[in-house]
């Protein structure tokens, strides 16, 4: 067990499957009292009954106050899971840049905004936030979803530079492919580029709770994205001939 997050209230946005989902199974299995948030009443009632949770459904920008009444006034840990993978190029529409600034940034300020002063002020509390590999190399075919997860990322790290002193942990998730539904949406690019490294969204909860354990900020549920990354910040020219040279296999294979 991890003592960290023993009793501790706990909020899962998008939790009513993937990621969200075994993140909440997880918490909830190591003694936390858990929301669990989603879009879908249904699908947030089923985990929540599942795991002796509770269902918060509704929009994740919008539900910090009603899931902290229901876990008693106080939320230990949030989990900002909840997001779209946006695919398409710069001509994607307005709607759909809308969208993905809405969800996978927007959302994570708005809860900041509401737990912060609590969380200040008491000298506690643990944002997490679920990135993708994307947020910090990139994703062929979906630049929305791409430039959105590199602002998820880059607010997180802001986090936790300006609030690590005053108590407050943050830790970016990052993996690549997750057999999730959100996967299986991505098309020719995620079978080439996800899918033959793909993990289990339960793969996914035991990474973040080792780095809990170990008190990391980043969170590389693929551990080749440490290199990947490394990669790209040592020679970004060679890394982006390489993400090119990608790009142009899944052209070939569209045709």
Sequence with gaps: MVEAVQDAGVVVTGAGGGIGAALARRFAAEGARVVVNDLDAGRAKAVADEIGGIAVPGDASAIVAEARDALGGTVDVYCANA?????????????????????????????????????????????????????????????????????????????????????????????????TDMLAATGSAGDLVLQPTAIEPQDVADALFKGIEEDRFLILPHPEVAEYYQARAAEPERWLRGMNRLQRQWEATTR
Aim: glycine share 14%; net charge positive; aromatic share 10%.
């Design 83 to 179: 997001g779209v993978g946006s695919g398409g190029s710069e001509a994607a529409g307005e709607d759909v840049w809308a969208l993905a600034w809405d969800v996978n940034v927007m959302a994570h300020v708005r809860a900041a905004q509401a737990l912060l002063p609590d969380w200040l002020e008491r000298g506690g509390g643990r944002f997490v936030s679920t990135v993708s590999a994307a947020g910090l190399l990139t994703m062929i075919g979906a630049a929305p979803y791409s430039v959105t997860k590199h602002g998820a990322h880059a607010f997180a790290e802001w986090l936790y530079l300006t609030y690590r002193h005053r108590g407050v942990k943050v830790h970016a998730i990052c993996p690549q492919g997750v057999r």
